[in-house]
């Protein structure tokens, strides 16, 4: 269908007449340059009015405005509505790669198997059921950066988290640096959307940023923390498929759980994957897609076609002998037949 995106624009079109009614007409220089004599060919022509080509020219010019106020209206062709869904959750996981999680201390399917392995395969499926929600994805260890931003591309966020090596932002642990970067990244969006899930297996070791320095930042940007440590003691134990052999580390649950109470959210201790995996299902419960629709229509715009034919009628005047201007007389033998006898008496008369 065709609609106006300014219909406003449509109470231009009386202007002329408006402008006529106010403004006082222009004046008429009266008496011609050369006076001819009367009933000649030449006088007819002087002095016959241009009726056909002034009344073509007339409505020309007001076909050209009205095409130029249609132009001006924005005349659109609007095509099917469709709903599109709106993340109800704007989502950054903030993951630890220090040194520490390269430790094999977790086994899967027989296998021993690194920290980040076990953090990588239980994020794949978490990431997975974030069906409407942007995602980005941080990575951090003596420095955090950005891996992915925020994106609807959950396969995009997957493919980069699988692809995280330990070591590439150094081997030290610096949380408080994390949490200041995700709140720099979620503080532009709605605020009742701004998640952040912070995953480690250690404690705060570098970084310019105290990490509850940067958890005031994010209770007062609106951003909910779920903090989650990895790791347990040290010793060995089995859960399911899974055996740990666990190596002593550096989690400080204390400071975790301080931060995520200091914005609204909660901590979780992970000391396997099934554990990490039955943490994951616990926030998708606690922060539920909320899916809301927003209706598009596409719009192409179609006012470059009035425009270009108030353009090309406003040319036609210019074409020569498209428009008519009078009626041509027929040449006599004598030059131009002008008899300037009836003239010459008229001037001695007045005299």
Do not use: C
């Not at 994020?123 to 955090?144: K, M, N, T």
């Amino acid at each position: 269908m065709t609609s106006l995106a300014w219909p406003w624009a449509l109470a231009l079109l009386p202007l002329p007449l408006l402008l006529r009614w106010l403004l006082p007409p222009a004046r008429r220089v009266g008496g011609r340059a050369l006076r001819l004599p009367a009933r000649t060919p030449l006088a007819a022509l002087a002095g016959a009015p241009e009726r056909h080509g002034g009344r073509m020219r007339l409505l020309l010019a007001v076909a050209a405005w009205l095409l130029l106020v249609l132009a001006l209206a924005r005349p659109q062709w609007l095509g099917e509505p469709a709903a599109l869904p709106m993340a109800g959750r704007d989502l950054m996981l903030a993951v630890d790669v220090s040194g520490s999680m390269e430790q094999p201390d977790f086994e899967l399917a027989g296998a021993p198997a690194t920290r980040l392995a076990v953090v990588k395969q239980v994020a794949r499926d978490f990431i997975e059921r974030r069906v409407e929600d942007r995602i980005g994805l941080i990575l951090f260890a003596s420095e955090p950066y950005v891996q992915t931003p925020l994106t609807y591309d959950r396969a995009a966020v997957a493919q980069m988290l699988e692809e995280a090596v330990v070591g590439i932002a150094g081997r030290d642990t610096a949380i408080g640096d994390a949490i200041g970067l995700a709140v720099k990244r979620l503080r532009e969006e709605p605020q009742d959307n701004r998640v952040l899930v912070l995953l480690t297996d250690g404690d705060n070791t570098v970084g310019r940023l105290a990490p509850m320095q940067a958890a005031g930042l994010a209770a007062r940007a609106g951003v909910r923390i779920y903090s989650i440590g990895l790791g347990g003691a040290a010793g060995a134990g089995s859960v399911g498929g899974y055996r740990l052999r666990r190596a002593g580390d550096d989690l400080n649950p204390a400071l975790l759980r301080a931060v995520a109470d200091a914005t609204g959210g909660r901590y979780f201790r992970a000391g396997d994957a099934q554990e990490l995996a039955s943490v994951y299902r616990t926030l998708n419960r606690l922060e539920p897609n909320v899916r809301q629709l927003a209706t598009y229509r596409p719009a192409r715009e179609l006012y470059p076609l009035p425009a270009a034919a108030a353009l090309a009628l406003s040319r036609l005047p210019a074409l020569p002998g498209l428009l008519p201007v009078g009626r041509t007389q027929r040449p006599v033998a004598d030059g131009l037949g002008v008899d300037t006898a009836p003239a010459v008496r008229e001037d001695a008369d007045a005299a």
